[in-house]
């Protein structure tokens, strides 16, 4: 279904939607390989938020989400997966996973107190997945996910050069497919924190090598697309047949672009994640 923006809770908003600097300001700790930011410690008894970033991108995306969801009462967290935001990239890191990085997120889960809904963005949500395979969570939320490689009909696409890390992508592809923006937007403050990727990992998500089994979750899900995504990584009714394979909810949000979490409008996906919650858990 098409969803429309549900009320929201009064948060703090940031003029400018690509200004990450809350993320530098707030508590980290080490979590196995990965580093957790804490947007808020638990408040209630109701489940918390654990955010996964996508490919190059690292804890700092969700900085608006942070803000948002502590201001709504909820525990939450993002992770940078090793390699990624702030943590180094040694020599080992051109040769990790998305096996890896699932580890990661559940060092990151153990780390955490309390009933956690785990939010997996883009190829963020395969490691998600692998995690909420693994460790009891209280939910999973999926983002513009990649597929799964045992989904039926999931699209493969070319794979990169084994040999060497992926640069990031050119501020044309940040603005044409993260953000649906104008060709001459200023994108300078996400390029400088976006970084290299493992060509493991995202070889992991073209050829479909990571497979999650078909059986439902023991959790409720809910599974939102991105109205302007891409129709070359995200074919029509790909996210609503993941949604379907594991028994989540699934809802197109029409109006964003892929990076639906610093998008322009990143409150209406904010808002579609809190009502669910607020629907699951009260």
């Given amino acids: 279904m098409n969803a429309a923006a549900p009320s929201s809770v009064s948060a ?46 690292g804890a700092w995306c969700y900085a608006h989400y942070l803000d948002y969801f502590a201001a709504a009462g909820l525990a939450c967290a993002a992770v940078d997966v090793r390699g990624h935001g702030a943590l180094p990239q040694d020599a080992a890191f051109p040769s990790a996973t998305i096996a890896d990085l699932g580890q990661d997120v559940i060092d990151a889960l153990d780390a955490l107190e309390g009933p956690t809904v785990v939010v997996g ?3 963020g949500a395969l490691p998600a997945l692998l995690a909420a395979r693994q460790r009891p969570v209280a939910g999973v939320v999926l983002m513009a996910p990649s597929p799964p490689g045992d989904l039926p009909g999931a ?42 990727e493992s060509p493991q990992v995202l070889n992991d998500r073209y050829l479909l090598r990571v497979a999650i089994g078909a059986g439902a ?36 949000l029409a109006g964003q672009p892929h990076c639906m979490m610093y998008a322009d409008q990143w409150q209406v996906s904010a808002a579609a994640i809190l009502a669910w919650h607020r629907e699951q858990f009260g």
């Avoid at 979590?31 to 808020?40: D, H, V």
């Avoid at 959790?219 to 989540?248: S, V």
């Fill in 12 to 57: 703090p908003v940031t003029t400018d939607p690509l200004d990450f600097c809350l993320a530098d300001r707030l508590p980290a700790r080490r979590a196995g390989q990965g580093r957790l930011i804490a947007g808020a410690p638990p408040q209630t008894g109701r489940p918390g938020l654990l955010f996964v970033p996508g490919a190059y991108h």
């Fill in 121 to 123: 963005h883009s190829m």
């Fill in 155 to 196: 699209r493969a696409l070319p794979p990169v050069p084994d040999a060497s890390l992926r640069a990031v992508p050119a501020p044309a592809e940040i603005r044409a497919r993260f953000l649906a923006t104008s060709p001459d937007r200023d994108v300078r403050s996400v390029t400088q924190r976006l970084c290299a």
């Fill in 217 to 252: 979750f023991d959790a409720p899900g809910l599974c939102l697309e991105a109205g302007r995504d891409t129709h070359d990584r995200h074919p029509p009714g790909q996210d609503q047949a993941i949604a379907q394979r594991y028994g989540f909810s699934h809802a197109v």
